[in-house]
């Protein structure tokens, strides 16, 4: 019996509406899984736009290159999801290095592929700059400032060589292995993380291409097998694009810095020789106006011991040609006559012998001298020169007898012209004192002469042994002298190979050592000292 057409119907349209929710499944889970994919590229590209807009506001703020290159690390390994970023710099020994012809990385990823010849690499250094890891790597040391050169790294050679392509790798490891004669960066650990990339910084100060340079290099490293999207690589291109502006733009700064610092420091040396060359100019003018000024003073001086004796030997000639003239009025100018023919005469003997004196052509003839006996016969001579201004010498000598060897003659002279400098600039009534020591221990005879008097200014103490330079208002006050006495004190000292030192201080008194009579006032009273220092010489050879 033939079932009904419907049933068959029936049956059909069972199938078909089991066929349709089947297939109403299979769309629902289709497009969740779709969803989900467009969820995750949406979420892929924010995070690109998140990192290059980070990089981007960072460098337009003028952010310190070390902290853009740390951000970029940081970002990169949150957008990748990868482990560790490292971004590297080179330094070269030839700053001037350019890359050369590109060569293709798929020896890195081939190991079977033929090997090119090596291309010639510039000597440079790498530094690690900046190093980021994920939160999972917390056994990863930070390898900051840690240097090797780019030769120990075969890595970078490529990356170097491919500039500006990146350069991935599968597996460095197993390239490694294959490979003994290559070598790896000490930071990199091709074991724990094998697979990564390594992107140039390229960057052209002058903007074109055929003159590029390798600034560093930007490396992921990930301890999984992943492929690299192209996305990413071009993400990692524009990034890479980016850090190279931020290094040049530094680099230059550090530059136009340097330059600013070098000519700030030229001119800072400019002005300073300049200050220098015009206090040199300063001193050499207030020198000349000092030389002017000693010339006057020469000149002076040598004018008055000239023409004072030369005016009284012509009065004296005069005065013996009137007829009639006394004999006791003839003698008397001829006395005159004959003392200031003598005062001419010590002029001229001491400006010759003082040029004896400094030209060393003059040998002191050393002979034993009785220091006690000497100085005695001295002091005896001096009584009668000072009986008039009322001056007394006091002598101060060790108890023990003194022999001094020396030139008998120049230390006659010596204590001559200083006795009789004191006699001239003494007080009236006051004592000078000559005080000998002897020294045992140097062998050498220390003499002290003392006055109260007239004493010597600051500003005249330094050329008080120079010749024709004599104390300020000396020859104002009539004081007689040439200028040459002391001069002349220190060739001979300097001869018997001794020193001579002067000091001239108010006396702490308010003058009371003096007589008191009005004649100086008490305020101007001096402590003059004279202090020659004697050693013993050796006898002159017969």
Known sequence: MQAPPYSGRCLEMEKLKSVSEQLAVAVEEGSSGAIACFQDQGSFYRQHQNLLYDLTMAIHRGTTLDRILQLTADRLVEALQTERATILLLKYTDPLFKTRQARSSEAL????????????????????????????????????????????????????????????????????????????????????????????????????????????????????????????????????????????????????????????????????????????SRQQVEQLRRLNQVKDEILSTLSHELNTPLTTMKMAVQMLRQPGLPLERQAKYLDILEEELRRESNLVKDLLNLQRLESNSVEPFVQTVDLKQFLRNLANSFE???????????????????????????????????????????????????????DRTANQVVMTLTNIGVGISEEDLPFIFDKFRRGTGVTERAIAGTGLGLALVKSLVMQLNGTIAVTSRPKGDGGTSGRGDGSTPPNLLYETCFTVTLPQLAATAS
């Not at 094998?194 to 992107?199: I, K, L, S, Y």
Request: proline letters at 8%; hydrophobic letters at 40%; aromatic letters at 6%.
């Open 109 to 280: 990823n081939d190991p079977a592929a033929p090997q090119r010849p090596p291309q010639r690499l510039p000597r440079a250094k790498i530094t690690v700059v900046a190093q980021a890891t994920s939160s999972h790597q917390s056994d990863s040391q930070p390898q900051l400032h840690q240097s090797f050169w780019l030769h120990e790294c075969f890595w970078c050679q490529e990356a170097f060589t491919n500039a500006p392509r990146p350069v991935p790798i599968a597996d460095l490891a197993e390239f490694l292995r294959g490979h003994p004669d290559r070598t790896c960066g000490p930071i990199f650990a091709p074991d724990v993380r094998p697979t990564g990339v390594n992107v140039p910084l390229v960057g052209s100060a002058s903007g074109s291409s055929s003159s590029t340079t390798v600034l560093g290099f930007l490396v992921l490293e990930h301890s999984q097998a992943r492929p690299w999207l192209a996305e990413e690589l071009r993400l990692l291109e524009i990034v890479a694009a980016s850090l190279s502006t931020a290094i040049l733009h530094s680099q230059t700064i550090q530059h136009v810095q340097a330059l600013v610092e070098d000519r700030n420091a030229q001119l800072h040396s400019s002005l300073d020789v300049q200050a220098k060359l015009y206090e040199k």
């Open 384 to 438: 009668a020169k000072w009986a008039e201004p009322e001056l007394k010498l006091s002598l101060s000598l060790p108890k023990s007898a003194i022999k001094l060897q020396t030139d008998a003659n120049s230390l006659d002279r010596i204590l001559m012209e200083l006795l009789t400098n004191a006699g001239k600039y003494s007080e009236p009534g006051t004592t000078v004192h000559l005080h000998i020591a002897h």
